[in-house]
């Protein structure tokens, strides 16, 4: 077996929600010839929901939605699978953008984006998709972001599903499984001791509580940084130190940026840093730590590992940035744990499902709460678990007043 193959095999085994759709729904087809365009960060767990989906009937396109995060072997697999992969490792921008306007020239009916950029794209150009296309799912918080502002502008001509949203992805992907996988990815690509040491996590929402969870978990001592008082407060309260990123700027051995803004460390900072001192972005964008001033105030710029660049500053400390500073999670390691997508992608499926069963107006909705609550449901009886429920006396007590 070819190692991409092999890599998808494993998965399937730790998917036992896309493994139980498969088997309920695999002779209603309730996607039979549906045309799904994909833009994922394409490996083995996005793989297995590409050929989730081709089995319930659709058919489907795939591209990543990172130029880093696509993993050569596992997308070669995948062709053989009998589905359309535009999407592959590189470092060039334009190669990028060209996997996306092939997967939009493919016109799908339906898009399933994670970060939005399938459907940006499709409306910013005006791309002949926007004509037949019925609907979008949208996997992460700056996607929903940037499709909600995009309804605000009046381009938004399709209902999208806003799956970031629902329960059963936020509260467990952004958060177990960005603190799981972004620690991962920087222990297996520096080799460094997180005990003892002092984290920087720049925002404290699903993805930053996560981090910084974990963080404490490993022995570091954890910085937070935050802009909106009530989140700053609860990190607080969780037993962490809230400051500026100037003030934590000297203190910190990591720096971790989650909050899908802009900007959020840069050259004031920098200068600031320890020697030696790592960062690394699990934000969606490669914006939040600016890699352009990082590399204007720098004498040297070299690689120190895979995955790893030393930046040398004038005042002669080296800093090291992890995967040019997109997310580091999945553009240096292998994304987020196996069950956690299981869950995420449980809700891509049962939305997308939606979708050709309702038709809606144009605008961002939330995943129903009945679905939200089966996948909940169903994750806890694959993991053996039994909850009480409740009872008439106790229904009508807590409807009474
Ligand atoms: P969130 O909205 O729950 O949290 C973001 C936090 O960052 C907020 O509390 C906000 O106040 C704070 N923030 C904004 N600007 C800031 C600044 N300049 N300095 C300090 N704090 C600031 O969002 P969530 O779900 O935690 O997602 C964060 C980012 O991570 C998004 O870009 C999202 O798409 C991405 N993401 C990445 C994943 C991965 O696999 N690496 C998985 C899921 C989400």
């Known amino acids: 077996m070819k190692l991409g193959e092999q890599k998808i095999q494993w998965v399937s085994q730790y998917m036992p929600l896309l493994n139980k759709i498969r088997d309920d729904e695999r002779l209603n087809q309730p996607l039979k010839d549906v045309k799904i365009g994909m833009s994922i960060h394409l490996e083995a767990k996005t793989a297995y929901l590409a ?24 997308a070669s697999a995948l062709k053989d699978f009998g589905i359309s992969v535009y ?22 009916d339906l898009i399933l984006d994670d970060g939005a950029d399938l459907t940006v794209t499709a409306y910013t150009t005006n791309h002949p998709v926007v004509e037949t296309l019925k609907g979008v799912t949208e996997e992460t918080t700056t996607g929903v972001r940037r499709l909600r502002s995009l309804h605000n502008s009046g381009l938004l001509k399709v209902p999208v599903i806003a799956v970031n949203n629902a329960h059963t992805k936020y ?45 404490k978990g490993l022995g570091a001592r954890v910085i937070v ?11 607080a309260m969780d037993g962490f130190t809230v400051m500026t990123m100037k003030e934590a700027a000297e203190h910190g051995d990591f720096f971790i940026t989650a909050t899908g803004d802009i900007n959020v460390i840069g050259e004031e900072h920098f200068l600031l840093m320890k020697d030696g001192a790592v960062l690394a972005n699990a934000g969606h964008f490669n914006v939040e730590i600016d890699v352009k001033a990082l590399s204007k105030i720098s004498v ?8 790893v660049d030393g930046y040398k500053l004038p005042n002669g400390k080296t800093l090291y940035l992890l995967s040019e500073g997109r997310l580091v999670n999945l553009a240096g390691a292998d994304g987020h744990p196996v069950e956690i997508m299981d869950l995420s992608f449980a809700v891509q499926v049962m939305s997308l499902i939606y979708l050709t069963q309702h038709s809606l107006k144009p605008g961002v909705y939330p995943v129903l709460k009945e679905i ?13 678990i039994t909850i009480d429920s409740l009872g008439k006396d106790q229904k009508d007590y807590l409807e009474s007043f």
């Not at 081709?54 to 596992?74: F, H, W, Y």
């Not at 940084?225 to 990190?235: F, G, H, I, Q, Y």
Request: with cysteine.
């Open 51 to 74: 050929m989730t989906l081709k089995e319930l009937g659709a058919v489907v396109a795939i591209t990543g939605s990172n130029p880093l995060s696509t993993q050569d072997d596992v």
């Open 87 to 108: 999407g592959k490792h590189t470092h060039d921008e334009n190669e990028y953008k060209t996997g996306i306007r092939k997967v939009l020239d493919f016109m799908p």
């Open 171 to 215: 509260l467990f992907d952004n958060r177990y499984g960005t603190g799981q996988s972004t620690w991962d990815s920087i222990m297996r690509n520096t080799n460094l001791l997180i005990a003892g040491k002092t984290v920087v996590i720049a925002g404290y929402g699903w993805c930053g509580r996560g981090i910084a969870s974990r963080a």
């Open 225 to 235: 940084t935050e802009v909106e008082p009530v989140r700053a407060l609860e990190a």
């Open 300 to 307: 040297d710029v070299f690689q120190a590992r895979p995955n």
């Open 372 to 384: 939200d609550e089966s996948i909940a449901r169903a994750k806890l009886k694959c993991m053996g």
